[in-house]
């Protein structure tokens, strides 16, 4: 069966910096799926490549930061003053916030603490970095009326929601 929108794909991938770095990977035993067609399952350009292929194929892409984590905005880093944080606060951890606009919940990163402020940012941790994807399909199947319909893949253990 080719990939085409509403299939579910099965691969294998690892994604790395462009000097070696393992960054993230899904390996042989525990393979990552998506629902193809748009869903944002995946980055849009493996998504592009990968569309009218079939169970086999192996590809090796450059991701700029545009088809990745997005260029890194100097606009999310906020200094807040370190009493709005919790006790345990230290340097790595990561916190959910509202965006500037207050319209989405953001991720962010403390990037510093000093003289009472504590410094986050709001960009991935990836942001502006251009990666590497390698992967490789396994299986390619239809998804159910249900996925489709929810826009992601349910698992083998029926559905759940994460959020």
Do not use: W
Request: proline letters at 4%; aromatic letters at 4%.
């Amino acid at each position: 069966m080719n990939i085409e929108k509403n299939t579910v794909v099965s691969l294998t991938y690892r994604l790395t910096s462009l000097s070696g770095d393992l960054l993230e990977e899904a390996a042989g035993d525990a393979p990552a799926e998506y629902l193809h067609g748009g869903y944002d399952g995946i980055f849009p350009k493996v998504e592009a490549a990968l569309e009218g292929k079939d169970a086999g194929v192996e590809l090796d892409l450059a991701l700029e930061p545009d088809d990745a984590f997005g260029e890194y905005d100097a606009e999310l880093v906020r200094m807040e003053p370190a009493h709005l944080f919790p006790a345990e606060i230290h340097v790595g951890m990561q916190l959910e916030g509202a965006s500037e606009d207050g319209h989405h919940v953001m991720l962010y990163t403390v990037t510093d603490i000093a003289d009472g402020k504590v410094v986050v940012d709001g960009n991935h941790p990836l942001a502006g970095q251009t990666l590497r994807l390698q992967c490789k399909v396994l299986d390619v199947r239809a998804a159910s009326a249900e996925e489709v319909e929810h826009g992601h893949v349910h698992g083998a253990h029926g559905h759940h929601h994460d959020h």
